[in-house]
């Protein structure tokens, strides 16, 4: 292949060539890249899920800390988390880029690694895009379709008064990391450290999130949750969409909510407990759902075969609103509800 080291010597065509070479066919792709359009076969009796997102270069992430590799994977992790949200099973991504005509090919071609490494975890094929310039900064958009039975779908609007409020894994993790690298003049160790624990984890929990698919299939294939959603913008925020599309409110306990030992390693070294950041955190990108209260050893269960815990927050009430409860037992106002981009 020819030696190129900048985009601009490359050009669109050639752009969309260097990355449709390393995408190889895969199952229900009937015509990939290169038509004008893609040609897709769903599985029998399956309806089909799509959703989009747009990563914007200083809005959702800094080049100086989020490397081409890890971008590239956490480009599609958030879209792949959007499809396990409703319990289903991601199939096809579409990739959209605006790129300044100065960014170095290396930077492109290591995002494409990050980006289809994360495609063939999770059995997703890269069928198409869009590529054009960019004068301001990067522009990542993701179009992903997945699919699933029409009865085993969840959805929002499902929870009951009475159920109880479930999480996935950890929340704040992402926030901490975030905190930690905005208060680092030269964060080039915590960018560097290793992923698997203490602060090095936190970091990787922001960069590099893991979408929870198999979760999300399972709950979906055993009928025991009402509702679910991806914890993108804090528990707080997310669940209150669950809550307001469902027409219930509910309560969130303080006390329960899963923290990784890093995260509590961390906040041992603040002055006051960061209780916000896994209130309202974002990017956690765990999944929140909701399920009646006499399955709940089945999901403990359920969720275990997946290799991930999932832990008992909070109630549904029918009074409309969803407060957080302290330690004592009272409610109380957390100052930041989560992430919103216009506010
Ligand atoms: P058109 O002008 O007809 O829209 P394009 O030249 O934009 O076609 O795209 C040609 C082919 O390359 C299409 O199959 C398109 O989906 C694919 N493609 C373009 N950009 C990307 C990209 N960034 N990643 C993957 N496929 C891409
Ligand atoms: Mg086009």
Redesign the pocket.
């Known amino acids: 292949m020819k030696q190129y080291k900048k985009i601009s010597d490359l050009g ?2 050639g752009l ?1 060539e260097r ?2 070479a390393r995408v190889a066919g895969a199952a229900g792709v009937i015509t990939g ?4 359009a ?1 040609v897709t076969a769903p599985a029998p009796a399956m309806q089909l899920l799509t959703s989009t997102d747009m990563l914007l270069e200083d809005v959702h992430f800094r080049r100086g800390w989020h490397d081409p590799y890890r971008l590239g994977r956490k480009s599609l992790a958030v879209s792949i988390s959007d499809i396990a949200a409703m319990g289903a099973q991601p199939r096809w991504a ?4 605006a790129v300044p005509a100065g960014l170095p090919l290396d930077f492109l071609d290591e995002f494409t690694s990050g980006f289809l490494a994360m495609a063939a975890e999770h059995g997703v094929a ?1 069928i ?4 054009c310039s960019s004068r301001s900064g990067l522009v990542i958009s993701v179009t992903i379709m997945g699919e699933q039975l029409p009865e085993r779908i969840l959805r929002r609007c499902g929870a009951r008064c009475g159920d109880e409020v479930w999480v996935t894994g950890t929340l704040g993790d992402a926030a901490m990391g975030l905190k930690m690298l905005e208060s680092d003049s030269s964060p080039s160790a915590l960018l560097s450290a290793d992923g698997t624990a203490g602060d090095g984890y936190l970091i990787s929990r922001l960069l590099d999130p893991t979408p929870r698919v198999s979760v999300g299939l399972a709950l979906a294939e055993s009928g025991l949750a009402s509702s679910m959603i991806d914890i993108s913008d804090g528990i707080l925020a997310d669940f209150g969409h669950i809550a307001e599309l469902s027409a219930v409110g509910g309560s969130i306990r303080l006390n329960d909510l899963p923290l990784s030992a890093a995260f509590r390693l961390r906040a041992e070294k603040l002055p006051e407990f960061p209780y916000q950041l896994a209130f309202s955190g974002g990017e956690d990108y765990e999944l929140c759902f909701t399920a009646p209260a006499e399955n709940r050893e089945k999901i403990v269960d359920c969720v275990k075969k997946c290799g991930v815990k999932a832990t008992p927050v909070g109630i549904v009430s029918s009074l409309p609103g969803v407060v957080a409860v302290g330690t004592d037992g009272n409610p109380f106002s957390v100052p930041d509800k989560g992430f919103n981009h216009f506010t």
């Open positions: 669109e065509f969309i990355i449709a890249i290169g038509d004008d893609a579409l990739l959209s880029l890269l198409g895009g869009d590529t």
